[in-house]
């Protein structure tokens, strides 16, 4: 083995070791997923702070949703909670301007026109804290695509056991559009994955769970102590890193779940998917030394957070591998695996080799079928072939983020298509007349009458979502 062949050798094999560790930890979240519900339930909920209803103010970030807008501010006029508002930012250069116009006559609604993009999302979300009622207490954010249930308000301020308590972060259900093509199937199985099995691992494991930008309440006075949103590209990822520096927690709730819309084609998936890899190593590389550095933080946490920051080194890692395998017979250069260095038998290679291809197949089904998927197989072959198509452009996003300081917000373009609401409709509760043409006012036309119909009669009786 001669220098180069030593040094690759090493490269390789320490690789290997990192995904060796991230695969286990993958397993290791599975399991205690599946038993965070229980955990959940010994928790309890703050009554008391339910009994005083604070003011709570809901934040709605808008850049050119036609096709959504009417329906979450639909959903947010009939909350089932009387002491809150509604602001709309609104970033747009379309007909959404129109739409809002006419939302901006509701006494609910407070809608704020920025003529800019300005520190993207984060930057919107600054803008509308300027313009909370005095009372408020609480911010509640969706994104524009969500449609909220009736009782969300109530289930997400019951969260807040505690004063170290900043935020609590609902699940984002994504099965509005989640069979309409090979996309959304995986664009679905991405964030099932997401918050069936990381987020709620990482609860039950006592780590740190983040915010997800949308279903997220946070306390009014901890935002405006750690700095507001922020104008990251992945605001909510960098929020989490600051709130966790100050020594506060985030509260996941996997009970708290809002429906929500799947990117429709390849490119608006990979483009969503490299700014979320793009801004969280970004964020990661900026905040982690701080925050590894605070005496307000468990040991535990930081481990999390540390480890969840490296998962984001995977997609380059594996280019490196792949590259390499495809080369070296080509420069006639050997590396040799560490299990050969281990002098471990052939039968220690094959459970390895199963282990690791077997991961995350395995998350991701326990991830649908604790949704209520029956049949995982094909979900799980579209993830992977998004996966396998998408995996250049992560290297390349997460390089990005890790040496450069510029960035875009790509903002994912939303249909309002709903292929799948309600075949959930006995445990969700969503507000009525979400189908309806007009904005709020109740002699709106219908434009499924028979399905408007059923919701109507579903939510008499509190059983829609």
């Not at 390789?12 to 038993?35: E, G, H, M, P």
Request: hydrophobic letters at 45%.
């Amino acid at each position: 083995m001669n220098d180069v062949e030593l040094a690759l050798t090493i490269a390789f094999n320490l690789i290997n070791i990192y995904f060796l560790l991230i695969i286990t930890r993958t397993y290791v979240l599975s399991f205690y997923a599946l038993r965070y519900r229980k955990k959940l339930r010994k928790y309890g909920v703050n009554k008391s702070l339910l009994a005083r209803r604070p003011f709570v103010s809901v934040m709605i970030p808008v850049y050119n949703e036609p096709n959504v807008v009417d329906r979450i501010l639909r959903a947010c006029v009939e909350l089932d909670y009387d002491n809150y508002e509604v602001i709309v930012v609104d970033d747009s250069t379309d007909e959404t301007i129109e739409k809002l116009c006419v939302w901006a006559k509701h006494p609910r609604v407070k809608v704020i026109h920025r003529n800019h993009r300005t520190g993207w999302k984060g930057g919107a979300l600054d803008e509308g804290l300027k313009q909370l009622n005095p009372k408020s207490e609480f911010i509640l954010v969706f994104d524009a695509d969500f449609i909220p249930p009736r009782d969300i308000i109530k289930k997400l301020l019951s969260r807040f056991l505690n004063e170290k308590i900043a935020a609590v972060q609902g699940y984002h259900l994504s099965i509005l559009n989640a069979d309409e093509n090979w996309v959304t199937r995986a664009a679905r199985v991405n964030l099932s994955f997401g918050y069936a099995i990381d987020m709620a691992g990482r609860a039950g494991l006592g780590g740190a769970p983040q915010l997800g930008g949308s279903v997220m309440m946070i306390r009014r006075k901890v935002l405006e102590e750690v700095g507001g949103f922020g104008h990251s590209i992945t605001e909510d990822y960098d929020l989490t890193l600051r709130l966790y520096e100050h020594g506060y927690e985030v509260f996941y709730d996997e009970t708290v779940k809002v429906p929500c819309e799947c990117p429709s084609t390849l490119r608006h998936f990979i483009r969503q998917t490299c700014r979320w890899v793009e801004g969280r190593m970004r964020d990661f590389r900026r905040r982690i030394t701080t925050v590894l550095k605070s005496k307000k933080l468990p040991l535990r946490k930081k481990l999390d957070l540390l480890m969840d920051g490296l998962t984001n080194l995977s997609a380059p890692f594996f280019m490196f591998c792949l590259a390499w395998t495809v080369i070296s017979p080509l420069l006639s250069l050997r590396v040799t695996f560490f299990l050969e260095l281990l002098h471990v038998p052939w039968p220690v290679h094959a459970i390895y080799t199963l282990y690791t291809m077997a991961c995350l197949p395995f998350a991701q089904m326990v991830a649908l079928k604790k949704e209520g998927e029956k049949r995982t197989a094909k979900w799980i072959a579209c993830f992977l072939l998004a996966l396998g198509t998408a995996f250049p452009f992560y290297a390349r996003a997460c390089l990005k983020g890790a040496f450069t300081n510029t960035s875009y917000f790509y903002r994912t373009y939303k249909t309002g298509k709903i292929t799948r609401l309600y075949e959930q409709a006995w445990r969700l509760r969503v507000p009525t007349g979400i189908m309806t043409s007009s904005p709020y006012l109740s002699s709106g036309v219908p434009s499924i009458l028979a399905l408007a119909q059923i919701m109507n009669f579903l939510s008499r009786r509190g059983w829609l979502l």
